[in-house]
């Protein structure tokens, strides 16, 4: 059953790279718009997704995530290669997003099936 808020620890993990880092408020909102639950899935296809539309996130910030979610985040929290793979596709689709606002982007973008 998925969780129905966020969990305090993955709260602090959302604002990983300084200057990039949106606020609590606009992620959490981003979830609802979004219709994403607060898995660790749906946390890897949001952040993907928010760095890839910020114009300063770059690939550099992609293996810093794969690097830190696959071997720092507490066991719980960690990805594995589907949210890895999920992170990188939310990444790239919000590339392609980047000069439309959040609100106007269709709600269902990031609900695909895993592999």
Aim: hydrophobic share 40%.
């Amino acid at each position: 059953m998925p969780e129905s808020g966020p969990d305090p620890y993955v709260q602090f993990l959302e604002n990983w790279i300084p200057g990039i880092g949106e606020c609590t408020e606009l992620h959490d909102k981003l979830h609802e718009h979004f219709e994403l639950d607060f898995s660790v899935n749906s946390e890897a296809r949001l952040l993907g997704f928010q760095l890839g539309h910020h114009p300063a996130g770059n690939f550099l910030h992609v293996m810093i995530f794969a690097v830190i979610s696959t071997l720092l985040y507490p066991s719980p929290y960690r990805n594995d290669w589907s949210g890895l793979r999920d992170f990188f596709r939310s990444y790239v689709l919000g590339k392609n997003f980047q000069l439309i606002s959040y609100w106007f982007i269709p709600r269902g973008i990031l609900a695909w099936r895993s592999l």
